[in-house]
């Protein structure tokens, strides 16, 4: 039977092809995730180990080992210098360098400040002992002098700047310092700093731009002869550390330390890709099956032929399973081999959307083949098992059938199949329903989709029933045209078990392509809609992170004739009833003018000196309500006791979790000053003449960055657009598996009716009439799977978003009709258009030919 099976497989194998293009693109997806994200991970550890390089032990703050400026997302920690001048009077040291992270914005040539992935520049600190350098220069050398600067290498190359060349970084008293470029360094993975520009000084003067208190860690080298262990006792003995919190390591435990970080930057981009990978697996899967049950449905003679011989059942179930297993290996093998190719899509796709994931390095683990050779096996075989098994039912008798291959239309769907269809389906809709009126939108969300996937499956049990009344609605217009139509649509609806089974695959892709285009789109309309209703205003000018609009800047835009309100707003964070809190204030004209969020209790206008709003959400937490006072404390000490006259939706439309009157807020946090200006131009203004008197007032100053509301929008559009193209990108690869099946399952009809192909031949059909006859199915199957999705699809998203709509207290669900047509278009063209080869194949053949073979 081994070598029956082997026979066939060769018998065959163009019956096999589009099958195995199948299991190829599905175990490659899975096998260039696994490799890709291997790949980030050890592009993310090379770069991170240089940190550690030649370190014997490290003295960081108490929040740990950072990696970026943002880790420290507001917080000052720092080892203080006084520290370092102890740790280098050591006898076990070598050597100690203080290494420095902060912000150090850059002006281009022109004087306008240089962003990379819309943000400013970073400062480093070179060490003086080069041992412990942790970048390689590829022209020039490290700054030694006050006057001196090196520069990332990816900055110098888009910006166009060289060694010799005079750079202007703002320090963080906001002057302007001119510096000489003597060095251009390669900081390998630039997402570390989240892709800004990075600027390299001296360890005093990078201190001094910066002005970072201290240093982010403390790197040492041991004298020879002197452990880590050793270094560390001693440095645990230091006075200077006692008391102060700061942590530290050893050399080994700080690269173990970063191996985790560099896994936790790296591991969230393979779990999202994955999903995707095995979503591609299971359209691959339903594919397989499909196509396997065809075959053996071909091979009914054939097989009836073998028991007549003396094969027993078990013999033909395992000889059917035997194909399945030869057939997988060989296109899991393959598969596998393209997966090296798909990572590398893979980081080509991220790029195309603006995210610049590092894959320097190519890793390809064993285990990586293991699982992506052995989930291609699992698919093939287990989707065999069934066809496998109705093949031992195949009688002996069937071998004197006169008829092979020929279609059969068959029986309708039974009633227990149609009930628990319904029952399941009912049981998802109560579980979605349950998921929609939770309280918790992350809990919320995990049981709606939970509830969805149940649906889901009992729309798929139910497709045999659902499917030829839907067809022969779709074909009632092309019906109109002519009895080829009909005749295509008669074909199409009278096999609903192969339909559904086909279209199942499509259905999945399209299901989940509209439901993310209906989120996205409702996101997008959610919060122009907030924007507009919660944040009235014109223009904003918001200073860089860590920066203040000046005083003198701020006077100067209130005396502005073509603005009519004018509020300058800060915030920062203080400590309420002993809990952190985002807090904000805007100048008293602000309240309801031009910050007018969802109110819940009282009105925000009611916040004056000695009062404050809360996020309603946040009573609970802080044991508190209108009308009872609560104890604020800022960061320096400063205590007020305030009384909560107002509450507000925690809606997403950005307000901190509590407001303050300006006075307040002055007394209890240190600022600079505010962080942004928002104003209302006066009426009868063109947008074009507010906006530019807005610019020229800030013109001079390079760190102050003029908004809109219509900037807010665009951007926002832009960065939900990324992100359904990176969901539709990594959803295409499934819907193109489905299309390959329908493809492969219209090939192989085309075989299974060459009989009755040939006599409509014989009743006068011509070749052109053939051809569109089963163009036109294919489209009809397509488009079924494509409105099938449509319709889940939406059905999901509205779900989804009325559940977060109640959470948030605001929503607009959004069906971009024009998108959806557009999708069932598409869908229809490729169905069509996957049919060409196989109606090619149908037309060449003459009507002797074909009723010969039949």
Not at 232 to 238: H, Q, R, T
Not at 417 to 427: E, P, Y
Not at 785 to 813: H, N, P, R, Y
Request: glycine share 10%; aromatic share 6%.
């Amino acid at each position: 039977m081994f070598k029956t099976a082997l026979a066939n497989l060769r018998a065959h194998k163009a019956r096999l092809l589009l099958s195995s293009i199948t299991v190829l693109l599905g175990v490659g997806f899975v096998a260039g995730t696994l490799i890709f994200t291997d790949s980030i991970k050890e592009s993310f550890f090379s770069s991170f180990a240089r940190l550690a390089k030649n370190v014997d032990a490290a003295v960081v703050p108490a929040k740990g080992v950072q990696l970026a400026a943002d880790d420290r997302q507001g917080q000052e920690a720092a080892v203080s210098p006084a520290a370092l001048d102890a740790i280098r009077r050591l006898p076990g040291v070598a050597s100690a360098e203080g290494r420095v992270l902060g912000p150090a914005p850059v002006l281009d040539q022109s004087g306008k400040l240089l962003k990379q992935s819309g943000r400013t520049g970073l400062g480093i600190a070179f060490p003086a002992d080069g041992s412990l350098a942790y970048f390689d220069f590829t022209a020039g050398r490290a700054p030694t002098a006050a006057t001196e600067v090196a520069l990332d290498k990816i900055t110098a190359e888009d910006r166009h700047f060289a060694v010799g060349d005079r750079l202007t970084v703002v320090d963080h008293d906001d002057k302007r310092r001119i510096f000489t470029v003597v060095g251009l360094f390669d900081n390998s993975v630039d997402q570390t700093y989240q892709g800004r520009s990075v600027v390299g000084f001296d360890t005093a003067t990078a201190l001094d731009v910066t002005g970072r208190p201290g240093y982010d860690q403390i790197a040492l080298r041991a004298k020879g002869g002197v452990s880590q262990g050793k270094l560390v006792a001693e440095l645990k003995d230091l006075p200077a550390l006692d008391g102060s919190g700061d942590q530290i390591y050893t050399g080994d435990q700080l690269r173990t330390e970063l191996a985790h970080k560099a896994t936790g930057y790296s591991d969230s981009f393979g779990q999202i890709l994955l999903v995707f990978a095995f979503i591609a697996a299971l359209v691959s899967a339903l594919v397989i099956q499909n196509t396997f049950q065809i075959l053996i449905a071909q091979r009914a003679r054939e097989l009836a032929l073998l028991r007549c011989v003396g094969a027993t059942r078990r013999q033909v179930f395992g000889s059917t399973l035997i194909e399945a297993f030869v057939f997988g290996a060989l296109a899991s093998a393959a598969g596998f081999l393209a997966g090296i190719g798909l990572s590398k899509g893979l980081g080509a796709l991220l790029s195309g959307i603006g995210l610049d994931v590092p894959s320097d390095h190519l890793v390809v683990k064993p285990e990586s083949a293991l699982y992506a050779i052995g989930l291609g096996l699992l698919l093939t075989v287990g989707s065999a098992l069934f066809p496998a098994r109705a093949a031992t039912r195949v009688a002996p008798v069937q071998a004197l059938s006169a008829q092979q291959g020929e279609t059969r239309v068959t029986r309708k769907a039974g009633r227990i199949r149609v009930a628990l269809g319904l029952a399941v389906a009912v049981v998802g809709l109560v579980i979605g329903y349950l998921g929609m009126q939770a309280k918790d939108p992350d809990n919320g969300f995990f049981v709606l989709t939970g509830g969805a996937g149940v649906v889901f499956i009992g729309v798929l049990a139910l497709g045999p029933v659902i499917t030829a009344p839907i067809i022969r609605a779709l074909g009632w217009l092309p019906s109109k045209l002519g009895p080829t139509a009909r005749l295509a649509t008669a074909n199409a609806g009278r096999n609903p078990r192969r339909v559904a089974a086909t279209t199942a695959a499509l259905t999945i892709g399209i299901t989940l392509v509209t439901m993310f285009t209906v989120v996205t789109a409702s996101i997008k309309a959610s919060a122009t809609d907030s924007l507009e209703q919660h944040f009235p205003f014109d223009y904003q000018v918001v200073a860089e992170p860590d920066r203040a609009v000046p005083a003198d800047m701020v006077a100067k835009l209130k005396s502005l004739p073509s603005l009519s309100t004018v509020a300058a707003q800060y915030s920062g964070r203080t400590t309420i009833n002993g809990q952190r809190e985002q807090t904000g204030a805007i100048d008293a004209v602000g309240y309801h003018t031009l910050v007018n969020p969802i109110m819940k209790q009282g009105s925000i206008s009611d916040v004056v000196p000695g009062t404050i709003a809360l996020q309603d959400n946040q009573l609970a937490d802080l044991k508190t309500a209108v009308g009872q006072s609560v104890t604020v404390t800022g960061k320096d000490g400063g205590t007020v006791s305030l009384k909560v006259v107002a509450t507000y939706s925690d809606s997403g439309i950005g307000m901190p979790e509590s407001a303050l009157s300006v006075p307040d807020f002055l007394k209890l946090v240190a600022s600079p000053g505010p962080d942004t200006v928002t104003m209302l131009a006066k009426p009868g203004q063109t947008p074009a003449a507010s906006r530019t008197a807005v610019e020229q007032a800030v013109g001079d100053d390079p760190l102050l960055t003029v908004n809109s509301v219509a900037d807010y929008k665009k951007e926002l559009s832009s960065g939900l657009d990324q992100v359904l193209a990176l969901f539709t990108g990594m959803l295409a690869l499934a819907v193109l598996i489905a299309l390959i099946g329908i493809a492969n399952t219209l090939s192989l009809s085309v075989l299974e009716r060459t009989r009755e192909s040939a006599l409509l031949r014989a009743l006068g059909l011509t070749k052109a009439q053939l051809r569109r006859m089963l163009l036109t199915e294919a489209m009809l199957m397509a488009t079924l799977g494509v409105a099938l999705g449509i319709v889940l699809g939406g059905a999901f998203g509205w779900a989804l978003v009325q559940m977060f709509s109640k959470a948030t207290g605001s929503g607009t669900l959004t069906i971009p009709v024009v998108q959806l047509l557009l999708y069932v278009l598409a869908g229809a063209l490729a169905g069509t258009l996957a049919a060409v080869v196989p109606a090619r194949r149908a037309a060449r053949q003459t009507v002797a030919a074909a009723i010969t073979e039949a």
